[in-house]
Nanobody
């Protein structure tokens, strides 16, 4: 399984960005999600989605501003994170992850520890 994250960039506060994570390999049944790590801070959970796309879970800090989605229809699965109303506190390297884990909430509980597959990270910078 390989994950390729993209879509990061620089934006002013209040703006929007959409991150993508392309997954190759047997990830159809995997929970997929996003984590982020800001400079000098620990990695934190952002959002996760179940294999069928019917269940999602968000960190409180992004709830109502970010939307996670995925498309399983092609051989190469794609997951997105639509980020609206961005704040300077959202500045971080964003990583996509995937695992045969029970649920999106379970992925949040891990804090990222022990998850099997990770993308390389994409930098999001939000200026005030």
């Amino acid at each position: 399984v390989q994950l390729q994250a993209s879509g990061g960039g620089s934006v002013q506060a209040g703006g929007s960005l959409r991150l993508s994570c392309a997954a190759s390999g047997p990830t159809t049944m995997f929970v997929m999600g996003w984590f982020r790590q800001a400079p000098g801070k620990e990695r934190e959970f952002v959002a996760a989605i179940n294999s069928g796309g019917s269940s999602t879970y968000y960190a409180d800090s992004v709830k109502g501003r970010f939307t996670i989605s995925r498309d399983n229809t092609n051989a190469k699965i794609t997951m997105w994170l639509q980020m609206n109303s961005l704040k300077p506190d959202d500045t971080a390297v964003y990583y996509c992850a995937a695992d045969e884990i029970l649920s999106p909430q379970s992925m949040a509980t891990t804090g990222g520890t022990g998850l099997d597959y990770w993308g390389q990270g994409t930098l999001v910078t939000v200026s005030s």
